[in-house]
């Protein structure tokens, strides 16, 4: 089944279709109007202005400079006003409303707990306080959530991050990443912080060829351990085309990941915002989605790119002529890659997402769409 042509209608139908995302920064998404309250209630002065669309849009600019260094200085402005329970909550809380709003029906989100202690908060009153937020919007809003806590590839102090979220396994922690500058900070710097987590059987995705070549992804994969890989964009190179631009052959690693079923990320906004990719027409998301790699599509940092995840496939959609059956496939796919168990997967996959997307054909079908 084709998606009609008509942007408004392509873009309600994605809309209303049930999505998951597995790659979202909650310091990356915060609501322009949120960010205004809370740097007024702490009297943080070096916001541009108090207009919710003019801060989006200097938040965007600030982003969208084509390298990951650039792309990341805005998060200065959006951690700094998250330094209180209070105001993690209320991050934490509206990022599951935004994501109802969305059509999201499960999210795995991330964030560092290291930027959020500049007011004295220990890591554990962070945690429990994004968790807090979590769970009433999971309860008001119905959306599932699971959450992956960040150590910064700068730093040294990911084996305590590594820690704690073992330590939060059972009470909504699902996973642990690690996020940062990637050119100068290769992952296997972190060993440690990988091996505990690889002994606790718990779950790992590293942010990896994004501003970095394939050997990133392949350290992640088999040094580090990864289970999942963020973005994987420039995996590319690890794949021969002819001159015509039709793939002729898979590297080693490239295979390895495609006969592994090791799940990728992708962010095609993102990826245009730190220049991981030249334009958009040019992510090779689409060659990996035909040569069936385990790939979906997520945000990465709404706020910075000025997206959403139904944008992000909406998009997908107009550039490379995905049908309502490759949404879903994709959708699924991000399914059978999230960290919670197999079972629960498995419910979302059969309850919620084929159900949701045959309502929608059926829909589709009565209007002659
Ligand atoms: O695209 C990204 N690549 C690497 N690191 C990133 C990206 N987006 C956000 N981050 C960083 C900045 C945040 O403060 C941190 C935790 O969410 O993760
Ligand atoms: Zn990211």
């Given at each position: 089944?084709?998606?009609?042509?008509?942007?408004?209608?392509?873009?309600?139908?994605?809309?209303?279709?049930?999505?998951?995302?597995?790659?979202?920064?909650?310091?990356?998404?915060?609501?322009?109007?949120?960010?205004?309250?809370?740097?007024?209630?702490?009297?943080?002065?070096?916001?541009?202005?108090?207009?919710?669309?003019?801060?989006?849009?200097?938040?965007?600019?600030?982003?969208?400079?084509?390298?990951?260094?650039?792309?990341?200085?805005?998060?200065?402005?959006?951690?700094?006003?998250?330094?209180?329970?209070?105001?993690?909550?209320?991050?934490?809380?509206?990022?599951?409303?935004?994501?109802?709003?969305?059509?999201?029906?499960?999210?795995?989100?991330?964030?560092?707990?290291?930027?959020?202690?500049?007011?004295?908060?220990?890591?554990?009153?962070?945690?429990?306080?994004?968790?807090?937020?979590?769970?009433?919007?999971?309860?008001?809003?119905?959306?599932?959530?699971?959450?992956?806590?960040?150590?910064?590839?700068?730093?040294?102090?990911?084996?305590?991050?590594?820690?704690?979220?073992?330590?939060?396994?059972?009470?909504?922690?699902?996973?642990?990443?690690?996020?940062?500058?990637?050119?100068?900070?290769?992952?296997?710097?972190?060993?440690?912080?990988?091996?505990?987590?690889?002994?606790?059987?718990?779950?790992?995705?590293?942010?990896?060829?994004?501003?970095?070549g394939k050997?990133?992804i392949w350290?992640?994969?088999?040094?580090?351990?990864?289970?999942?890989?963020?973005?994987a964009t420039r995996l590319v190179e690890d794949i021969v085309f002819d001159k015509d631009g039709n793939v002729v052959r898979l590297g080693e690693l490239a295979q390895y990941i495609l006969d592994?079923?090791?799940?990728?990320?992708?962010?095609?906004?993102?990826?245009?915002?730190?220049?991981?990719?030249?334009?958009?027409?040019n992510h090779p998301f689409i060659i990996l989605f035909r040569e069936k790699f385990?790939v979906?599509?997520?945000?990465?940092?709404?706020?910075?790119?000025?997206?959403?995840?139904?944008?992000?496939?909406?998009?997908?959609?107009?550039?490379f002529?995905?049908?309502?059956?490759?949404?879903?496939?994709?959708?699924?796919?991000?399914?059978?890659?999230?960290?919670?168990?197999?079972?629960?997967?498995?419910?979302?996959?059969?309850?919620?997402?084929?159900?949701?997307?045959?309502?929608?054909?059926?829909?589709?079908?009565?209007?002659?769409?």
């Open positions: 089944m084709k998606l009609k042509e008509d942007k408004m209608k392509t873009e309600e139908i994605i809309r209303n279709v049930p999505k998951v995302m597995l790659h979202d920064h909650l310091d990356g998404g915060l609501r322009p109007q949120t960010i205004i309250d809370l740097a007024k209630e702490i009297g943080y002065k070096k916001l541009p202005t108090t207009d919710p669309s003019e801060l989006a849009e200097w938040f965007h600019r600030g982003a969208n400079k084509g390298n990951l260094v650039e792309y990341l200085q805005g998060f200065e402005h959006t951690c700094t006003v998250m330094q209180t329970k209070e105001a993690l909550k209320r991050v934490a809380y509206e990022m599951l409303e935004d994501m109802k709003k969305d059509g999201v029906c499960y999210v795995e989100t991330r964030f560092a707990p290291v930027f959020h202690t500049q007011k004295g908060l220990y890591y554990e009153d962070v945690i429990d306080a994004v968790l807090e937020g979590l769970e009433e919007g999971k309860r008001d809003f119905g959306v599932g959530y699971g959450l992956i806590l960040c150590g910064m590839r700068n730093m040294k102090n990911t084996l305590e991050i590594a820690e704690l979220a073992v330590n939060y396994r059972n009470q909504g922690v699902v996973g642990f990443d690690l996020a940062g500058e990637e050119g100068g900070y290769p992952p296997k710097k972190h060993l440690d912080a990988f091996q505990y987590i690889k002994q606790k059987n718990f779950n790992i995705t590293i942010h990896a060829g994004e501003a970095f050997e990133s350290q992640a994969i088999q040094i580090c351990g990864a289970h999942r890989i963020g973005h592994t079923r090791l799940p990728l990320e992708i962010c095609l906004l993102s990826n245009v915002h730190t220049g991981a990719v030249d334009k958009l027409e385990r979906f599509l997520n945000t990465d940092d709404r706020l910075m790119s000025d997206t959403t995840l139904t944008k992000e496939y909406t998009i997908a959609s107009e550039l002529g995905l049908n309502l059956d490759d949404i879903e496939k994709l959708n699924i796919n991000a399914m059978k890659s999230s960290f919670i168990p197999y079972k629960e997967r498995l419910y979302y996959i059969y309850n919620v997402i084929k159900p949701g997307f045959q309502k929608m054909r059926e829909k589709l079908l009565s209007l002659k769409v």
